[in-house]
């Protein structure tokens, strides 16, 4: 590399050892006598984590509530806009009818 070059290959075979001997140190410090599964992070000791389907599950309920609310609050602003028109065009009525009776 200090020729201003770079192998790609290698630099990634490097990467992937590097990695691999990561995750293999891992496993050995979570490694524990009785061979239980170490506890993910965030989960605390008797709890179970959430599988993928159930953050999948609740994520999707989030966004269905998230878009009941935002249509509600924009079904309440056209309500208001209906509102207001209506009114301008009752007094522009009341108006037209004022001047040509």
């Known amino acids: 590399m200090l020729s201003g070059q770079l192998d790609e290959e290698q630099e990634h075979a490097e990467f992937v050892k590097a990695?691999?001997?990561w995750r293999g140190s891992k496993r050995?410090?979570?490694?524990?006598?009785?061979?239980e599964a170490p506890t993910?992070?965030?989960v605390a000791?008797?709890?179970t984590s959430t599988s993928p389907n159930d953050k999948t599950k609740l994520l999707a309920e989030n966004l269905a509530k998230q878009l009941e609310r935002e249509q509600r609050e924009?079904?309440?602003k056209i309500e208001k806009q209906k509102q207001e028109a209506e009114k301008r065009?009752?007094?522009v009525r009341a108006v037209i009818y004022l001047l040509f009776n």
């Open 89 to 91: 065009l009752y007094l």
């Open 40 to 42: 993910p992070r965030g």
């Open 28 to 35: 050995s410090s979570n490694n524990n006598n009785n061979n």
């Open 19 to 21: 990695v691999e001997a």
């Open 45 to 47: 000791v008797g709890e």
């Open 74 to 76: 924009f079904l309440e």
